[in-house]
């Protein structure tokens, strides 16, 4: 995919000199399997995920969504898998939309956990549109070191 600007009369409005009025182009459009439309929201949810000692942590930015908009499952025993949907606003007939930069349709983000992973123990929370998935780790067991006595 590139950012070229809409000279060719598509019907969406265009300014060059504008950066958040360029169109991303999508080579595939028309195909039917087509990344119009339904990549454009799972491009737009920004993921962190942190490691710490106890546990992993992701941050998901989901804002203006509800918790019950949002799906967290765990898949095939290591898939975490954070889903959900973001609807489009209702159009009037007598609106007058000047731009819209607001992505919406459904997300889908999927990563395999790692070994030490508690799957069991799983705990997700939403907080000022910030959903913060929390899954704790196993401790690891530090190998038994026996010390041998040298004879001679």
Do not use: C, Y
């Amino acid at each position: 995919m590139s950012l070229i600007p809409s000279f060719f009369g598509n019907g969406r409005r265009s300014n060059v000199f504008d950066p958040f009025s360029l169109d991303v182009w999508d080579s595939f459009q028309g195909f039917p399997f087509s990344t119009a439309g339904e990549t454009t929201a799972v491009a737009n949810v920004r993921i962190d995920w942190k490691e710490t000692p106890e546990a992993h942590l992701f941050k998901v930015d989901v804002p203006g969504l509800k918790k019950e908009e949002v799906k967290v499952e765990v898949e095939d025993g290591s898939i975490l898998q954070i889903s959900g949907e973001r609807n489009k606003e209702k159009e009037e007939k007598n609106d007058k939309w000047h731009r819209v930069e607001r992505s919406s349709g459904k997300f889908i983000r999927r990563f395999r956990l790692p070994e030490n992973a508690k799957l069991q123990e799983v705990k997700a929370a939403m907080e000022n549109g910030v959903l913060t998935v929390t899954v704790t780790k196993e401790e690891v067991k530090k190998p038994e070191v026996k010390a041998i006595d040298i004879s001679g």
